[in-house]
C-alpha cells in the first residue's frame, strides 16, 4: 500500500530540485542587481560572496520550513493521503506555473506562488471532505484552513511591498542628504558613521536574528534576548571605530565594503527566507510519510495532526539544498544575465525604456507632479536650495566610446539597496513569515530610486508603468497559483492517475520551454540592431550596419512571400504567423529609432554625416517595415473576414511581382553582404523593370472593374497591395541608393 506514497516521494524530490533551479535562476538577480548595478566590485568575486551568503542562509531557514506543515491549514483535519494529494497539487502546479510565467515573460514570486497553491490545493481538499459529510456545510471550511495564520501571512506579502518602497525611500533621501552625490568629498567621520550603522544592522538583523532559526541559537540565546539594546550600542561604535581606521589607515572605500557584506546579508536572507518554497514541502511530505508508516493505518484515516509539532530540520538536507542553489547561481544563463529589470527601472539616467506607458501611470506622474508643486509652494526657497544642492550630480568624462562603462546608480544606493532590503527580509525570516523577496528587493530599489530623482520628466511615466506591472504581476501569480492548485488538486482526488499524467505534462511543458528559449536566444544574437557604443565614424556606420541591413531585406523577402502564398491559399493560420513576425519586426525598428538620441550622443564631434546616415536607414527601413506591415495586416483582416478570394488573374499577376521581387532583394542583400556598392546600374534597371509590372498590374485591375469584377473588397485589397509593394520597392532602392553615396564619400575622404 506504501508503494504508491514512495514514488510520490520521489516525484516530489524531482520537482524540489527541478523547482529549486527554476527558482534560483529566476530571484538570484535580486541580490545580485545592486552590486552589478554600481560596478562596486567584480563579478567574480561578487558572484563568490553571493554563494557564501546563499550556503550560510540554507541553514538558517529550518525555522521557515513550518510554514509549509501548518501555516496555511490545520493539519488536524486532513488524512495522510490528503496531506500528500495537497503536497503533489502544490509542487506540480509550482513548476507549471514559474515555466508558463517565465515564457511570458511576466513577473512573478515564488514566495506568493507556493503561499496561493497550498492555500488553493487545502481549500478544494478541504471543500471535497466537507461536501462528503452531511454533518458539515460551507462554514465548517474555516476549521480546515488556518485562516488567522494564512491572513497574516498574505498582509504581511501585501504590506512588505508599500513598507519596502517607503523605507527605501525614507533611507535613500536621509542618505543623499548626508552624502549628496560628492560622497568621495564627504568627512572620514561622516563615512566611518554610515558604515557602523550600516554593519550594524547586517550584524543585529541578519547574523543575530537569523540564527534564531538554526538549532545552535539555544547555545547564545541567554546572551541575546535581554540585550538588545547593549548588542546594538556596542556593535555601533566597535564598527564604526574599525570603519574609520580602515579608511584613514588603509584607505578602504567603506561604501564597497558595505556593499560587499549587503551581498553577503541579502544572499542569505533570500535563502533562509526562499528555501521553504522549494523544498518546504517535499520535506513536510516526508515527515508524514514517516508518521504514516509506522502507524498501521490506513492513510484515508490516518490524521495527520504530528504537522503541527515542532519537526527538527535535517541541517545536511539544508546544506545539500544550499549547494544545488549555489551550482545554480554559477551555472544558469538566468542568473549570469546582468541587465535585468530592476537595473532598467532604477538607473540614473534615461536609457532604453522596457516597460511602455499606461493611462495609470501618466495620472499617477500628473499626480506627483502637481504634489511637487505644491510643495514647493510651502516651503522656503532656501531650504529647497539646499535640497537641491544634494542632488547635483557630478559630471564624470569618459570617451564617448566608453559610456557605457558607467554604472547605473552610484555607491550610496547600492548600499542603501542592500541595507534596506536585507534587514526587512530578515526581520520577516526572524519572525518566520514568508515574504516575496523578489518584490521587497524590487520596491526598495524603486523606492531609492525615485528618491534620488532618478526618475526624471523623460523617463518617470515609463518607470512608473513598470511598477504597476510588477504590481499586477504579483496579483496575477497569487489569483492564478490558487486556481490552478485547486484545479491539480481535484484532478488527483478524482484519480491517482492524473500524478503521472501530470508529471508527463510537466516535463514535456519543461522540455518544449528549453527549446523555445535555446532557439529564442540565438534569435537574440541575429536581432536586428545597429551597435551604437562602437560605430564613431561613418565608415564604421556603413560596415557594421550592412550585415544588419542585409538581414532585414531578407526577412521581407520571406515575409512578402508568405504574404503572397498565404493570400492565394486563403490560409488564415499562417497569416496569422506572419502577421506576428511582421510585428517584431516593426518593433525592432522602433527600438532603433527611439534610441536615436543616444547613438548620436556616441558619435564623435566631427562624424556629423554619420549621424545623416544613420537617420536616413532609419527612415527607409521604418518605410519597408511600414509597407510589408500594412500588406500583411490588410490579407490578414480580408481572410479574417471570410471575403472572397482573389481572381486567378489577380493571384498570378501577384505570384509574377513576387518572384521578380525575390530576385530583385536577393540581389540586394547579396550587395551589401559583400559591400559591392560601386555599381548599381543593373539593380536600378531591374527596379524600373519591377515598378513597370506593378503599373501594369493596376492597369489590369482597372480594365477588370470595367468588364467582371464584382467584388469590391477584393478590388481594395488588391490595390492596397500593390501600391504598398511600390512604395516597398521604392524604399529599398532608396536605401541602397543611400548607402551608394556614403560609402563612395568615404572613398572620396580617404583618396
Known amino acids: 500500500m506504501g508503494d504508491p506514497y514512495i514514488l510520490m516521494l520521489v516525484a516530489l524530490a524531482i520537482l524540489a530540485i527541478v523547482d529549486l533551479v527554476v527558482g534560483v535562476s529566476n530571484d538570484a538577480v535580486n541580490f545580485l542587481n545592486s552590486a552589478i548595478g554600481s560596478k562596486a566590485i567584480s ?10 551568503g546563499v550556503f550560510f542562509g540554507a541553514v538558517t531557514s529550518s525555522g521557515m520550513m513550518e510554514v509549509a506543515r501548518k501555516g496555511i491549514f490545520n493539519p488536524n483535519m486532513f ?3 490528503d496531506i500528500m ?7 506540480i502546479t509550482d513548476i507549471l506555473l514559474l515555466d508558463i510565467f517565465n515564457s511570458l515573460g511576466m513577473p512573478t514570486s515564488t514566495t506568493v506562488s507556493i503561499v496561493f497553491e497550498l492555500l488553493g490545493a487545502a481549500v478544494c481538499i478541504s471543500l471535497l471532505k466537507i461536501s462528503a459529510n452531511d454533518a458539515q456545510s460551507f462554514n465548517d471550511l474555516w476549521s480546515y484552513i488556518n485562516h488567522e495564520t494564512a491572513t497574516k501571512i498574505i498582509f504581511g506579502i501585501l504590506l512588505s511591498v508599500v513598507v519596502a518602497f517607503s523605507v527605501g525611500a525614507v533611507v535613500q533621501f536621509a542618505s543623499r542628504m548626508i552624502y549628496s552625490f560628492n560622497f568621495e568629498k564627504r568627512a572620514i567621520y561622516i563615512s566611518a558613521l554610515f558604515g557602523g550603522f550600516a554593519i550594524t544592522a547586517i550584524t543585529y538583523f541578519i547574523i543575530i536574528k537569523g540564527m534564531k532559526g538554526t538549532p545552535f541559537y539555544k547555545d547564545v540565546k541567554h546572551l541575546i534576548e535581554g540585550n538588545t539594546l547593549l548588542i546594538i550600542a556596542g556593535s555601533f561604535v566597535a564598527w564604526s571605530i574599525i570603519a574609520q581606521l580602515l579608511i584613514a589607515t588603509f584607505k578602504i572605500n567603506i561604501l564597497k565594503l558595505i556593499i560587499g557584506i549587503g551581498t553577503f546579508s541579502l544572499a542569505m536572507a533570500f535563502s533562509g527566507n526562499d528555501l521553504v518554497n522549494f523544498i518546504g514541502v517535499p520535506i513536510a511530505a516526508w515527515n508524514s510519510y514517516q508518521a504514516w508508516e509506522t502507524s498501521g493505518i490506513a492513510a484515508d484515516s490516518f490524521s495527520m495532526g504530528i504537522l503541527a509539532e515542532k519537526v527538527p530540520s535535517n541541517i545536511w538536507l539544508l546544506l545539500f539544498a544550499g549547494a544545488i542553489m549555489v551550482i545554480t547561481l554559477w551555472t544558469s544563463s538566468k542568473a549570469q544575465n546582468v541587465i535585468k529589470t530592476g537595473i532598467d527601472l532604477s538607473r540614473q539616467g534615461d536609457g532604453h525604456e522596457k516597460f511602455q506607458p499606461n493611462p495609470l501611470s501618466r495620472v499617477i506622474v500628473r499626480a506627483a507632479m502637481g504634489l511637487n508643486f505644491g510643495i514647493s ?11 537641491d544642492s ?17 554604472p547605473a546608480f552610484d555607491l550610496i544606493r547600492a548600499s542603501v539597496n542592500l541595507i534596506v532590503a536585507g534587514i526587512l527580509i530578515s526581520i520577516a525570516t526572524s519572525m518566520r513569515l514568508p515574504l516575496s523577496t523578489t518584490y521587497v528587493t524590487f520596491m526598495v530599489a524603486m523606492g531609492t530610486s525615485l528618491a534620488d530623482r532618478a526618475w526624471g520628466r523623460e523617463s518617470a511615466v515609463y518607470r512608473v508603468a513598470g511598477v504597476l506591472n510588477v504590481i499586477g504581476g504579483w496579483f496575477l501569480t497569487a489569483i492564478t497559483a490558487f486556481l490552478a492548485a485547486a484545479i491539480v488538486a481535484y484532478l488527483i482526488s478524482w484519480d491517482m492517475i492524473m500524478i503521472p499524467l501530470l508529471l508527463i505534462l510537466v516535463a514535456f511543458l519543461i522540455g518544449r520551454n528549453t527549446i523555445r528559449h535555446r532557439k529564442k536566444s540565438k534569435e537574440v544574437k541575429k536581432q536586428v540592431y545597429i551597435e551604437r557604443a562602437e560605430l564613431i565614424t561613418i565608415n564604421g556606420v556603413i560596415e557594421e550596419s550592412a550585415d544588419h541591413v542585409s538581414e532585414v531585406i531578407n526577412r521581407v523577402n520571406k515575409l512578402y512571400t508568405n504574404v503572397v502564398n498565404d493570400l492565394a491559399n486563403h490560409d488564415l493560420n499562417k497569416l496569422r504567423k506572419t502577421e506576428k513576425h511582421v510585428v517584431k519586426l516593426n518593433d525592432e525598428i522602433d527600438g532603433l529609432k527611439d534610441g536615436v538620441f543616444y547613438f548620436i550622443k556616441s558619435l564623435d564631434e566631427t562624424s556629423v554625416e554619420a549621424s545623416r546616415f544613420y537617420i536616413m536607414v532609419l527612415g527607409y527601413l521604418q518605410d519597408v517595415a511600414q509597407s510589408i506591415s500594412y500588406i500583411s495586416r490588410a490579407s490578414y483582416k480580408h481572410v479574417n473576414n471570410n471575403h472572397k478570394n482573389l481572381k486567378k488573374g489577380q493571384i498570378k499577376d501577384l505570384k509574377t511581382i513576387d518572384v521578380a521581387l525575390s530576385a530583385l532583394l536577393t540581389k540586394e542583400a547579396q550587395i551589401f553582404d559583400n559591400r559591392d556598392l560601386d555599381n548599381l546600374n543593373g539593380l536600378l534597371i531591374e527596379k524600373n523593370e519591377l515598378l513597370k509590372d506593378v503599373r501594369a498590374s493596376i492597369e489590369n485591375q482597372v480594365a477588370r472593374i470595367r468588364t467582371d469584377e464584382t467584388s469590391p473588397k477584393n478590388t481594395t485589397l488588391y490595390f492596397s497591395v500593390l501600391l504598398e509593394t511600390q512604395d516597398l520597392i521604392k524604399a529599398l532602392m532608396s536605401l541602397l541608393e543611400t548607402y551608394e553615396e556614403f560609402h563612395l564619400s568615404t572613398k572620396y575622404v580617404k583618396k
Request: cysteine-free; proline content about 6%.
Open 43 to 52: 563579478v567574480k568575486n561578487i558572484m563568490i560572496i553571493a554563494s557564501l
Open 85 to 91: 494529494i495537497i503536497f503533489m497539487a502544490v509542487m
Open 390 to 406: 544634494k542632488f547635483q550630480k557630478p559630471v564624470i568624462e569618459l570617451p564617448k566610446d566608453k559610456t557605457y562603462e558607467l
Open 377 to 387: 509652494k510651502i516651503f522656503p526657497v532656501k531650504v529647497l536650495n539646499f535640497v
Open 79 to 81: 488524512m495522510f493521503q
